[in-house]
């Protein structure tokens, strides 16, 4: 089955500002192979492309684009050359979100046929894991376990490398790539307004403030996780000498990501945390910090001073020190979307 098409239509804008839009044509699998794609689209708002898909990587995308209060000109344009055997569906899902305004599909998901049913993962009251391959950056990560919350609020680490790689609003996981037939790719999909992070380490050992963050810990050892009370995995490794536990809570009807790090170590290593990476960082004037355009907030520790310095790749870091000294050092901050 083969198709392709324009839809053009209008979208009403209810406040001047940035808005995270979010495409997804799920007949495009992430593991496609680059040198044959099946499918790809392109969404445009006014004559400003805003996500651009060639089908070689993937079949989602996300930007943040800033508009104006009013009505302004839409039009998605798509096409699929082939179908996969594992191909979930032939679905079109758009979504939005923006400050103040809670992620939202546009419209019910365009069907064009049913290929399989979806398999999702629902998320009632206690926080559910699921571990899974994930598709990160071009890259699949093979000992990955999301977290779905309540409160919509989720999240992807890396447990073989102690990385945070992803965080997400709207409903949890599809596994229909893992658990419909031979489960060939064994992915995890989120669904929903995905934030990739960097998938660097979040705690490694500096010689001091200028060393380069490295994109893995030579010395990581992985120990395994702590479910807490409320069923809150603790991720625990060492990274050398020093133990590390790690975790991450929605709060605030999951408009908040809480992330808590902690840093046990008896030595006198310069142990630094990496809170974000991205284009671009700025402090506001209440004190949070909005990463990559307003793409995502912060809300820091008022106790203790960040470092926000350039990358050797010209991305900007922000880090928070664990002085490890105090041999017990906990620090908590906040993702807000």
């Known amino acids: 089955q083969y198709y392709g098409g324009k839809i053009n239509g209008t979208i009403n804008i209810p406040k001047s500002g940035p808005y995270y839009f979010h495409l997804n044509l799920k007949w495009i699998p992430e593991d496609t192979n680059p040198d044959n794609p099946n499918g790809g689209g392109e969404l445009k708002i006014g004559d400003k492309t805003i996500v651009f898909l060639d089908g070689k990587e993937t079949g989602t995308g996300s930007a943040t684009v800033t508009l104006e209060a009013g009505e302004h000109p839409i039009s998605l344009v798509y096409y ?98 893992m658990w419909h037939g031979r489960g060939e790719p064994q992915l995890g999909e989120p669904l929903g307004s995905v934030i990739s992070r960097s998938g660097k380490p979040t705690v490694a050992l500096l010689t001091d403030r200028h060393a380069v963050w490295p994109d893995s810990n030579a010395t990581y050892n992985y120990i395994g996780y702590d479910v807490t009370a409320t ?8 990274i050398g000498s020093v133990q590390v536990r ?69 991305e900007m870091e922000l880090l928070l020190p664990m002085k490890s000294k105090n041999k017990n050092a906990p620090i908590t901050y906040s993702i807000i979307r």
């Not at 408009?255 to 006198?268: D, F, M, Q, R």
């Open 231 to 238: 069923g809150h995995p603790v991720f625990k490794y060492s």
């Open 246 to 314: 790690e975790s991450l809570e929605a709060e605030d009807s999951g408009n908040k990501l809480s992330h808590t790090v902690t840093v046990i170590s008896s030595g006198e290593d310069e142990v630094w945390c990496l809170v974000a990476e991205g284009s671009k960082i700025t402090r506001l004037p209440n004190g949070t910090y909005a990463i990559n355009d307003k793409q995502y907030f912060l809300q820091l520790p008022s106790s203790i001073e960040p470092l926000i310095r350039t990358g050797v790749q010209g």
């Open 80 to 177: 699929k050359k082939y179908g996969h055997w594992y191909q979930p569906a032939n679905d079109i899902v758009l979504g939005v979100e923006a400050p103040g305004i809670a992620y939202t599909n546009l419209n019910a998901a365009l069907h064009f046929a049913e290929a399989v049913g979806a398999i999702t993962v629902p998320v009632s009251r206690d926080p559910v894991m699921v571990r899974s391959f994930v598709n990160h950056h071009g890259k699949k990560k093979t000992h990955v376990i999301s977290v779905g919350e309540a409160g919509s609020a989720h999240y992807s680490y890396d447990l073989a490398s102690g990385s945070f790689l992803q965080h997400w609003r709207g409903d949890f996981l599809e596994t229909t790539l």
